[in-house]
């Protein structure tokens, strides 16, 4: 099952992570396919980045399939410039992405939000 995991980690255990995975790499081991990872260093740029507004659209392109972003707008009864923007949004974010009929779809099984405010200090 691959999930997109969304949350919250300072600069300092990430660097550490990466570095632990990049030593193993060197070491010749096969990594297991991994979640897509999301992290924002607090927990006030994952909700300016992840809105309510999103999270209706991401929730409700999960349950209704791939579909444009005219049909996603009328779905969502929003303006279409708005729906627009948060697809492209989404898009850079790598939580939806586009079919070979330029349709916008969730790629992932399932989404999480993880939010704790203790990993939310950087360090």
Do not use: C
Request: aromatic share 6%.
């Amino acid at each position: 099952m691959t999930k997109a995991i969304i949350g919250i980690a300072n600069f300092k255990d990430t660097h550490n992570e990466l570095l632990d995975i990049a030593a193993r790499l060197d070491n010749g081991e096969r990594l297991p396919d991994a979640d897509y990872q999301l992290n924002f260093a607090t927990a006030s740029q994952l909700f300016t980045e992840i809105t309510p507004k999103r999270l209706e659209l991401l929730d409700t392109l999960k349950r209704t399939g791939p579909q444009s972003v005219y049909r996603l707008a009328k779905t969502l009864r929003r303006n279409y410039s708005n729906v627009h923007s948060s697809v492209v949004g989404l898009l850079g974010l790598g939580l939806i992405a586009k079919d070979a009929n330029d349709k916008v779809y969730v790629p992932w099984d399932d989404v999480e939000i993880h939010v704790s405010l203790s990993r939310s200090i950087a360090a």
